[in-house]
Each structure stands twice: as C-alpha cells, then as structure tokens.
C-alpha cells in the first residue's frame, strides 16, 4: 500500500472568508439603499403627478361652471372647491392688458391658480391657467 506524502503546508478549504462575506454584503446594503431610495423618488413623483391631474380637473370645472354663467368668469376672487375638502382657488387680473386694433380684439389676462391641500399659506399652487378674457364694461358692472 501506498501512503501519500505528508504536505508541509495545510490544505486548503473552499469556501468564503469573512472579508469576502463582508465586501459581499457591503455590495448588497450598497444596492437595496439605491433601490429604496428609487421607489421612494418614483412615488414622490408619481403622487405629485396624481395631485396636479386632480388640480387640473378642478379647474376645469371651476372654468365650466363659471362659463356656465351670465357673469362669466371672475375678475378676481378666491374660494374652495366643493367636495374636495382642503382643495382652494385664486384668481386675478394681470396688470397687463391685450388690445389690438387688427383683429378687434380688447381682452384682458386672467390668471386661476388652484391649490391643493397642504400646510402653509405660501404653497405653490398645483396647477395654473392663464385665461384671455373680454374686457367686461364698467358700465355692466
């Protein structure tokens, strides 16, 4: 029988060590947190997406309504949207006024700017419309 020389150096096992295991899951932790972190951004996005759509069929009934109207739209004013608890509106007349003689056109710029619940009074609003309006008359007023 033939015995197998003995090694004078240990054999070697296969297998991790505990820095490959620790670089290993260095890597994960380093890949989940981009990930989270991605979800987390998506869905920023997508819930401020969601709120100005919902802004922009708020103004699109308040602009029906107010079409709706013999008084039309306003020149300004402010108020809350009924049924959507939270949800407000502003509107003003720009300083700047449109005349033209060409196309006998005398209009005026109105802005709507419709806010959505949140904190604060200084919020941006969720959607905004500038309208061109007719001039109403001062004597119809």
């Not at 020389?5 to 989940?32: D, F, H, Q, Y």
């Not at 904190?119 to 905004?128: K, M």
Request: hydrophobic residues 40%; proline residues 4%.
């Amino acid at each position: 029988m033939k015995t197998k020389p003995k090694r004078c150096w240990p054999s070697r096992r296969r297998g991790m060590t505990l820095v490959e295991a620790a670089v290993g899951m260095a890597i994960m932790a380093t890949l989940l947190t981009a990930v989270v972190m991605s979800v987390s951004k998506l869905s920023r996005q997508s819930q401020a997406a969601q709120e100005r759509l919902a802004a922009c069929e708020v103004a699109d009934s308040l602009l029906e309504t107010w079409w709706a109207t013999p008084e039309g739209v306003p020149d300004q004013g402010q108020g809350t949207i009924q049924g959507r608890q939270g949800w407000t509106w502003r509107i003003t007349a720009e300083t700047s006024q449109v005349q033209s003689d060409n196309a006998g056109l005398d209009a005026e710029t109105v802005v709507l700017e419709v806010f959505a619940p949140g904190e604060g009074a200084n919020r941006n609003p969720s959607a905004v419309v500038h309208l061109l309006v007719a001039r109403k008359d001062s004597d119809a007023r």
